[in-house]
């Protein structure tokens, strides 16, 4: 029975409407999984619920409605199917991530990869508040990172080529900002209406737009929920080993020094966040401009 006890309290066991049974959430980092997987995730399903499963908002998989006496057996079935038990309490939980530049032409960077070393470095690491992590590959921001307590975007900060330009407008016509005009004959950028999303230098024919700056913006203490709130900038990086131990130094101050029963964006000010900003930017030489 006390082994029975210790699985339920695992972060990724829900007690269900119904007290009498649980639902188990799995771990399965950005989402993905090889097929191989979802088929033994199918027959456990099947074997230790009701035959159902449930895709979740943070790209992982629920059994539903299963019985707390079968959970030993279940959480054993998992582990061998290299889908184990999942997280959802005050811990890391499950890391989402867009299909980033291996699949999306708009994506700068590998935001699957980023996501497997962050789980595997700090999922399910006990908490004093829940910390979600998000990682989107250009500023459109489909895994919503702003609404996250860690949001990581990938961002390029276009530059012409000095005077090559031939202003056809095609960069111009692309930008969806409306950032970038043709003036004299050649496209200038406005840089405060470019979000640096480079799509423009995608879409440039002559490859005449080049990345001055291909970089990473990671923001903290974003939440979604009845009261959403966008999260805050703490720092633009340039090179992914960086990005990991920035998101490593943010999870030790939020170990360190948050306070159980609120919200981490509750409490960003009582945590002196601009000090803490100012600690990881002297910290993290790199490219720390707009």
């Given at each position: 029975?006390?082994?029975?006890?210790g699985?339920?309290?695992?972060?990724?066991?829900?007690?269900?409407?119904n007290?009498?049974?649980?639902?188990?959430r799995i771990?399965?980092?950005?989402?993905?999984?090889?097929?191989?997987?979802?088929?033994?995730l199918?027959?456990?399903?099947?074997?230790?619920?009701?035959?159902?499963?449930?895709?979740?908002?943070?790209?992982?998989?629920?059994?539903p409605?299963?019985?707390?006496?079968?959970?030993?057996?279940?959480a054993?079935?998992?582990v061998?199917?290299?889908?184990?038990i999942?997280?959802?309490?005050?811990?890391?939980v499950?890391?989402?991530a867009?299909?980033?530049?291996?699949?999306?032409?708009?994506?700068?960077?590998?935001?699957?990869?980023?996501?497997?070393?962050?789980?595997?470095?700090?999922?399910?690491?006990?908490?004093?508040?829940?910390?979600?992590i998000?990682?989107?590959?250009?500023?459109?921001a489909?895994?919503s990172?702003?609404?996250?307590?860690?949001?990581?975007?990938g961002?390029?900060?276009p530059?012409?080529?000095?005077g090559?330009?031939t202003?056809?407008g095609?960069?111009?016509?692309?930008?969806?900002e409306?950032?970038?005009?043709?003036?004299?004959?050649?496209s200038?950028?406005?840089?405060?209406?470019?979000v640096?999303?480079g799509?423009?230098?995608q879409?440039?024919p002559?490859?005449?737009?080049?990345s001055?700056?291909?970089h990473?913006?990671?923001v903290?203490?974003g939440r979604?929920?009845?009261?959403?709130?966008?999260?805050r900038?703490?720092?633009?990086?340039?090179d992914?080993?960086k990005?990991v131990?920035?998101v490593?130094?943010?999870?030790q101050?939020?170990y360190?020094r948050a306070?159980?029963?609120?919200?981490l964006?509750?409490?960003l000010?009582?945590?002196h966040?601009?000090r803490?900003r100012?600690?990881?930017v002297?910290?993290l030489?790199?490219y720390?401009?707009?």
């Open positions: 029975m006390a082994h029975t006890y699985i339920h309290m695992k972060g990724g066991v829900i007690t269900e409407r007290a009498d049974l649980c639902t188990v771990r399965l980092p950005a989402g993905n999984f090889p097929v191989e997987k979802m088929r033994g199918a027959a456990i399903a099947k074997r230790y619920g009701d035959g159902t499963v449930h895709v979740t908002t943070r790209q992982t998989i629920e059994i409605h299963v019985k707390p006496e079968r959970l030993p057996r279940l054993k079935a998992l061998k199917n290299g889908t184990p999942g997280s959802e309490r005050d811990e890391v499950n890391i989402i867009c299909p980033g530049s291996e699949r999306c032409k708009y994506a700068t960077i590998d935001t699957i990869g980023l996501a497997k070393r962050l789980d595997e470095r700090l999922f399910g690491k006990e908490m004093p508040v829940k910390i979600r998000s990682i989107s590959g250009c500023p459109n489909c895994t990172p702003m609404l996250n307590e860690i949001g990581i975007i961002r390029i900060k530059k012409r080529v000095p090559l330009c202003g056809c095609t960069c111009a016509e692309y930008c969806k409306c950032a970038i005009s043709i003036r004299n004959g050649i200038v950028v406005d840089d405060e209406k470019c640096q999303c799509v423009c230098v879409s440039c002559f490859h005449l737009l080049k001055e700056h291909r990473y913006q990671i903290v203490g979604r929920g009845r009261h959403p709130m966008l999260g900038q703490l720092i633009l990086l340039e992914e080993e990005v131990a920035a490593e130094k943010i999870i101050w939020v360190r306070w159980s029963g609120r919200l964006s509750d409490q000010d009582d945590l966040f601009d803490f100012e600690e990881i002297g910290e030489s790199g720390t401009g707009s």
